[in-house]
C-alpha cells in the first residue's frame, strides 16, 4: 500500500523541516524526487540522505517567488505525477506591526510561490492524464492566531487555492488537497526560539507544546504520513479537502 513507484514528484522547500521528511518518505515509497530549494546546501543534504539509501532524487536551485524560474525548471519534467507546494516562510506580528515590506515577503513567497507551481505544473497534469496537488496550508487558515495576522492571510489563500483548484480541475483527473499543521518541532521553531528566548528556551519550548491539546509539537515525520495517504492511489476519491494534523488545536481548545 502507499506505493509511489514511478511516481515523478516535485517539492517545494525540501531541504529541511517538514519538506524534507516529506521528501525522504515519498522516496522511500518508490517515488523519482525533485527538490525545489532556494537553499541548495540543504537541499543537497536531503538529496544526499535519500541516494544513499537507495532512492532518486534531485535538486533545483529555484526562488518559487519568481514566475520565470518556476517555468524553466519545470520545462525539465516530463511528468508531473505529484506537486507538494510545501515551501513557506513565517512572519510573527499584529496588522500594526506587519510593515508593507512583510506583508509583500509573505505574500510574494507563501502565496505567489504556490500559485507559480500551481501555473507551471496543472498544464503538464492535463496533458498526461492527470495528476495529485498536495497544499501545504496551517491551523492558521482557520482559527485566530495572536501575532499572525500576514502568516494567517497567506495560509488562508493557501485553504482557497486548494479548493478553487480542486473544483477546476476534476475533469482533468487531478486532485487536490491541503494539509494543515499545528506546531512542528522544525528547525525553524529551534531558530525562533534562539532569536527570541535566547536565556529561557526551555521553558518556552514546553509552553509552545502545552498550546497542543495533545500536549506536544508534531513531528515532520507524522505530516509526512498523512502527506503520502493523500498523494497515494489509495486516496484517490480525496479531494477539495483541509487535513488538520493539529494534536487537538482547533476543535479541543476551550
Known amino acids: 500500500m502507499f506505493s509511489l ?14 519538506g524534507r521528511a516529506i521528501s525522504i518518505l515519498f522516496a522511500q515509497q ?54 507538494v507546494n510545501n515551501a513557506g516562510i513565517a512572519h510573527v506580528g499584529n496588522l500594526e506591526k506587519t510593515s508593507e515590506e512583510d506583508f509583500n515577503r509573505i505574500f510574494e513567497v ?29 491551523v492558521a487558515a482557520s482559527v485566530g492566531i495572536t501575532d499572525r495576522f500576514a502568516y494567517s492571510m497567506s495560509k488562508g489563500a493557501i485553504l482557497t487555492m486548494t479548493l478553487s483548484v480542486a473544483k477546476d480541475y476534476l475533469k482533468d483527473n487531478i486532485r487536490c488537497n491541503c494539509i494543515s499543521p499545528a506546531r512542528v518541532h522544525t528547525p525553524f521553531v529551534d531558530g525562533f526560539l534562539e532569536k527570541n528566548y535566547p536565556n529561557n528556551k526551555v521553558e518556552m519550548f514546553d509552553k509552545l507544546s ?7 509539537m508534531g513531528k515532520p515525520e507524522e505530516i509526512a504520513h498523512l502527506a503520502l495517504y493523500l498523494c497515494s492511489d489509495e486516496a484517490g476519491f480525496v479531494t477539495g479537502c483541509d487535513y488538520p494534523i493539529d494534536g487537538g488545536f482547533i476543535r479541543l481548545n476551550n
Open 110 to 138: 507563501n502565496v505567489k510561490g504556490a500559485y507559480n507551481c500551481l501555473y507551471a505544473g496543472v498544464p503538464t497534469m492535463k496533458a498526461q492524464g492527470g495528476g495529485v496537488i498536495l497544499n501545504m496550508a496551517s
Open 5 to 18: 513507484q514511478n511516481k515523478s514528484v516535485i517539492i517545494t522547500g525540501g531541504g529541511s523541516g517538514i
Open 30 to 83: 518508490g517515488a523519482e524526487v525533485n527538490i525545489l530549494e532556494l537553499n541548495q546546501i540543504a537541499a543537497e543534504e536531503t538529496v544526499d540522505q535519500i541516494v544513499k539509501n537507495g532512492g532518486i532524487a534531485k535538486s533545483y536551485a529555484c526562488d518559487i517567488a519568481n514566475q520565470a524560474q518556476v517555468l524553466e525548471v519545470f520545462q525539465a519534467f516530463r511528468r508531473v505525477d505529484i506537486l
Open 210 to 216: 502545552a498550546s497542543q491539546p495533545i500536549g506536544r
